[in-house]
C-alpha cells in the first residue's frame, strides 16, 4: 500500500515562487518548501534520459522524500511544462508528479500532461498565475 501525503499546505506555498529568477534559484527555493516540511531532498536526481538510444544519463529537477513517500518534481522556467519533464518524472514512479511551469500557462502546460500516461497522481503549476491543477492519475478514471 503507498504512503499518503496531504499536498495542500505545500502546494500552496509553490505558487508564490518567483518565477523572476535564475532555474537554480526557483529549484533552491522549492526544495526549501519541502525541506521546511520534514522531507529530505535531492537535487538533480540521476535518471537514464529517452530522447535517444545513446544511454546519456539524465536528470530530475528535485527529488523529495519522506519515508517511503516520494516526490518528483520539474521545473521548466520560461515555457509551459514540457512532454520531456513527465517522461523523465515516469521512470522513477514517484508517489507523486508535480510539473511547474515558471513563465508559462497553466492550460498549455496542462494540455501537454493529457498526454502523459501513467498513474501517478499529477499536479501542474504556474507560477507565473499563482495556481495550480491536479490531474488525477488513469487510477481515478473510472470504466
Do not use: C, W
Not at 18 to 45: C, L, M, W
Not at 83 to 98: C, G, M, R
Amino acid at each position: 500500500m503507498t504512503e499518503t501525503y496531504d499536498m495542500k499546505p505545500i502546494l500552496y506555498k509553490l505558487i508564490k515562487v518567483s518565477p523572476y529568477q535564475e532555474h537554480n534559484d526557483t529549484v533552491s527555493d522549492i526544495e526549501r518548501i519541502f525541506r521546511e516540511a520534514g522531507f529530505y531532498t535531492t537535487k538533480e536526481y540521476p535518471i537514464y534520459a529517452m530522447k535517444d538510444k545513446s544511454g546519456r544519463s539524465g536528470r530530475i529537477d528535485l527529488v523529495a522524500r519522506k519515508g517511503k513517500f516520494k516526490v518528483a518534481i520539474e521545473y521548466d522556467h520560461k515555457y509551459n511544462v514540457k512532454y520531456k519533464s513527465f517522461q523523465k518524472i515516469v521512470q522513477i514512479k514517484p508517489d507523486i508528479a508535480i510539473g511547474i511551469s515558471g513563465l508559462g500557462y497553466l492550460n498549455g502546460s496542462i494540455l501537454r500532461a493529457k498526454d502523459y500516461v501513467g498513474n501517478i497522481p499529477l499536479y501542474v503549476i504556474s507560477l507565473k498565475e499563482n495556481r495550480y491543477k491536479y490531474l488525477g492519475s488513469s487510477k481515478d478514471s473510472v470504466d
